[in-house]
């Protein structure tokens, strides 16, 4: 057999993946297997070798993702009937893709499993293929113009010298052409000019590579359609061979939308600090500054907006006496005589009314249209001005030109409206400002105490506890002064709760709680619960000798309260075990201060409980 036969006995194979190194490792599993490997970086080229050449086995890496690769297995099947296709996943990507193997007895979807027993899943399917004959199909071109059209993004296909050789029907949709009139246009000519220099080279570079990349790489583009305008795109673009032709595909999205979107929402946020600004300075206004707080407010939203004109029409005597403050511009005079009835009807019984041009108006609306022409206005929307939650008058904001409102206006408009509410409860109440300011000194009073304190014993929790314990630490150590923490817990506490209940168990805690909070009294001291039934006492200033004395009363009064414990393992009573640590004239980390004082209290839990230990005894 000479060296053609033999070349053309051996079994196509193709392969596809997402890097030059992954392609590398399949060549070298296939190796001495009696197949003859073409590989492709790119699906797009892959789709057309595929058509051309029907191989026997086609292997792809699902990691590759230039075209979604459900589409191009499915593409597969049609073109190369024959063909076994082979979708090598990873473990988490397996159940992504399992279902494809149901879909037909072309497809075997294997797990790249770290032990490499695919591989020989591979070979097993190549050593039943063996048989299989070459059938060169002819090039089908709408293959691949059948997997763009269904694609969502815009694809345009781009030779060489620049000229478009295909786009796909979102192209098309986008920039409002039809193939005839795009197919052999200039990139460029669809190019705005600001980038037509930019995208030149990038074109020429990747042409000059001579090789499909080995991944896509993003870029943004700005793109004329029929009529002029500027479509933002973003998107990939990457070369591919086909025929012995380099190509570059561009995959884009418009990003109108979202620029749009982004603009709507830098516009929204800024609308919403103008309107938290005029919020804060009418809460800290004075009665005086209060109403030309408000006019300044209306004439920076009336500009920002884009009205032309803003007002208040009040139907209640206490808005009528700030109207001069509630409109802008001011007019020189103001006109009493106006009273829109069928306008204030309307806002009042549907929440807000809008029109785009005052020609739509009814002919009830006369004294509104006549209103609005008189200020030479074409549109206007008005929502209700409610004060604790009455109708008291209309808002409304007018232009002077055709007008589309939507819901985002009239949202806009209603918080206008809330502010104005705001301004007349906020100066109906600083009648009552000092009597306020002092119950909301108290209500803070009584909300600090509640973050500081512990719910069921009242003595400080936690936080409170840490944060006192690290002050004194260093003020301790500035001052060169003691200080002594005491850790406690109640003895076998558990098995009390075990035996009465919770309730009883909560009742217990309260009482230890009140008892250490009534021995340590001196100013600085402070009691906590540390969690459970453990409770801790801070003692500034005190020594070894003192604290241990305060130790002593302590465990002296929970002695004589005298709480029946019907599972101790000391006494019938309720005892408490105690560890003490004691700092002198020295800086010490806060979390090493704490376990100085909970090792004395482990060592005397281990010794009988009941007892006091001190830190320095059990260095000794």
């Not at 051996?10 to 997402?18: F, S």
């Not at 763009?148 to 052409?177: C, G, H, Q, T, W």
């Not at 004395?549 to 929970?558: C, D, H, P, S, Y």
Request: proline share 2%.
């Amino acid at each position: 057999m000479n060296a053609e036969q033999e070349i053309t006995n051996k079994m196509a194979v193709m392969c596809c993946a997402a890097s030059a190194e992954k392609l590398d490792r399949l060549e070298r599993w296939l190796s001495g297997s009696n197949t003859e490997t073409t590989r492709t970086l790119s699906s797009y080229e892959l789709l057309y070798k595929a058509s051309e050449t029907s191989p026997a086995l086609i292997i792809i890496s699902s990691e590759f993702h230039d075209l979604p690769v459900d589409k191009v297995v499915h593409e597969l099947v049609k073109i190369t009937p024959d063909a076994q296709i082979v979708l090598l996943v990873t473990q988490n990507r397996l159940e992504q893709y399992s279902f494809l193997s149901n879909t037909s007895n072309q497809i075997s979807v294997i797990v790249e499993d770290p032990q490499g027993q695919f591989v020989g899943r591979i070979l097993g399917i190549i050593r039943k293929q063996h048989e299989w004959t070459i059938n060169h199909s002819s090039l089908k071109a709408d293959v691949l113009k059948g997997v763009l059209d269904v694609l969502p993004e815009a694809v345009v296909l781009i030779d060489k010298n620049m000229s478009i050789r295909y786009v796909n029907k979102r192209f098309m949709e986008l920039i409002d052409l039809t193939l005839s009139n795009i197919e052999g246009t200039p990139l460029l000519d669809i190019l705005c000019e600001s980038i037509q220099e930019e995208v030149t080279k990038l074109v020429e570079l990747s042409i000059e590579r001579g090789f499909a990349t080995e991944e896509t790489e993003k870029i943004e583009l700005l793109i004329k359609n029929s009529v002029g305008d500027i479509v933002p795109c973003r998107g990939s673009y990457q070369v591919v061979k086909i025929k012995q032709t380099m190509y570059l595909i561009f995959t884009l999205r418009d990003e109108s939308f979202q620029i749009s979107n982004e603009a709507d929402k830098a516009f929204q946020e800024r609308f919403e600090k103008l309107v938290m600004d005029l919020s804060t300075d009418i809460l800290g206004g004075s009665v005086r500054k209060i109403p030309v707080i408000m006019l300044s407010g209306l004439k920076s939203l009336n500009r920002y907006l884009g009205f032309d004109f803003i007002q208040v029409v009040s139907i209640s005597s206490y808005l009528s006496s700030f109207q001069q403050f509630l409109s802008w511009p001011q007019k020189k005079k103001n006109d009493q005589s106006f009273d829109p009835i069928w306008l204030k009807k309307t806002v009042f019984s549907e929440k807000c009314f809008k029109v785009s041009n005052i020609q739509d108006l009814p002919l009830d609306a006369m004294e509104e249209f006549d209103w609005m022409r008189t200020l030479k206005m074409k549109s206007f929307i008005a929502v209700p001005v409610n004060i604790n939650e009455k109708s008291s008058g209309i808002l409304i904001a007018s232009r002077k030109k055709q007008s589309h409102w939507d819901s985002t206006d009239i949202e806009r408009l209603e918080n206008i409206a809330k502010l104005i509410n705001s301004m007349l409860l906020r100066l109906g109440e600083l009648k009552n400002f000092r009597k306020t300011e002092k119950e909301l000194v108290n209500v803070n009073k009584r909300l600090t105490n509640l973050a500081q304190k512990d719910g069921l014993t009242g003595l400080a929790n936690r936080r409170l506890f840490d944060q006192t314990l690290s002050r004194e630490i260093r003020r301790s150590a500035r001052e060169r002064g003691t200080l002594t923490l005491i850790l406690t817990d109640i003895d076998f506490f558990k098995s009390y709760n075990d035996e009465l209940g919770h309730v009883a168990g909560d009742k217990c805690l309260k009482g230890i709680g009140a008892t250490i909070d009534a021995v340590f009294q001196r100013a600085g001291d402070l009691t906590a619960r540390y969690g459970g039934e453990e409770f801790a006492i801070i003692l500034p200033g005190s020594n070894k000798e003192t604290s241990f004395k305060e130790a002593e009363r302590l465990q002296e009064a929970i002695k004589e309260l005298n709480v029946y414990h019907p599972d101790s393992k000391v006494k019938d009573r309720v005892t408490m075990s105690m560890g003490i640590a004691t700092i002198e004239n020295s800086l010490i980390d806060m979390s090493e201060f704490i376990k100085k004082a909970d090792a004395a209290l482990y060592h005397a839990k281990n010794n009988g409980r009941n007892s006091i230990f001190h830190f320095d005894d059990l260095e000794t």
